[in-house]
Nanobody, 125 residues
């Protein structure tokens, strides 16, 4: 049974930074693509960033390019999301996700097999 646990969310002023972490337990996910999604109140869950198992392939949604960086440490079975220059519109619950035995990155939530419980990020104006 795979468990994903996010941490690092919180309240920050616009222009500030946060670093989210997502630790996996239960099995190694070094060969699995991982991703971050977010969901704001009243909106659908949306793709933020994804990274392949080797870390060689990265993809971001346009609104976070140049501000957010996804990375992973396979030795720690952990994926990170460094968020800089945060804006009020980044406010959402952030979820990490992982695929089962697939290195292929994906931007569609249904392609992911494992999900964390989410961590709240609130950016004040």
């Amino acid at each position: 049974q795979v468990q994903l646990v996010e941490s690092g969310g919180g309240l920050v002023q616009a222009g500030g930074s946060l670093r989210l972490s997502c630790a996996a337990s239960g099995r190694t996910m070094s060969r699995s693509a991982r991703a971050w999604f977010r969901q704001a109140p009243g909106k659908e869950r949306e793709f933020v960033a994804t990274i392949s198992g080797s870390g060689g392939i990265l993809s971001y949604t346009d609104s976070v390019k140049g501000r957010f960086t996804i990375s992973r440490d396979n030795g720690k079975n952990t994926v990170y999301l460094q968020m800089n220059s945060l804006k009020p519109e980044d406010t959402a619950v952030y979820y990490c996700a992982g695929r089962f035995n697939s290195d292929a990155v994906a931007v569609i939530p249904t392609r992911y097999d494992y999900w964390g419980q989410g961590t709240q990020v609130t950016v004040s104006a």
